[in-house]
Nanobody, 116 residues
Framework: QVQLVESGGGLVQSGGSLRLSCAVSGLTFSRSVMSWYRQAPGKQRESVATITVGGSSNYEDSVQGRFTIFRDNAKNTVYLQMNSLKPEDTAVYYC??????????WGQGTQVTVSS
């Protein structure tokens, strides 16, 4: 059974930092492309950051330079380090895993709230 479990969300002031974690089980993590998505109230879910099997990453423009995605294959965990947080970063953040020829997998989400 595949499971993705996010943690690390919470309430933080503008300019603060949070680190989100996503623990993965039930699939070959080292062969998975991992992403973080977020969804704010009334808005569509959007991709925030992605890290490939080879370790390269890309980011949504609004978080470039502030967020960093990284993975620890030994722990089957992907992280999202979020610095210089802004109120517009407030959303539910979801972990996503995908492999070729397989359906994507999603975590349950973790709430991030940035106060002004």
């Amino acid at each position: 059974q595949v499971q993705l479990v996010e943690s690390g969300g919470g309430l933080v002031q503008s300019g603060g930092s949070l680190r989100l974690s996503c623990a993965v089980s039930g699939l070959t993590f080292s062969r998975s492309v991992m992403s973080w998505y977020r969804q704010a109230p009334g808005k569509q879910r959007e991709s925030v950051a992605t890290i490939t099997v080879g370790g390269s990453s890309n980011y949504e423009d609004s978080v470039q330079g502030r967020f960093t995605i990284f993975r620890d294959n030994a722990k089957n965990t992907v992280y999202l380090q979020m610095n210089s947080l802004k109120p517009e970063d407030t959303a539910v953040y979801y972990c996503n895993a995908r492999l070729p020829a397989h359906l994507p997998y999603w975590g349950q989400g973790t709430q991030v709230t940035v106060s002004s």
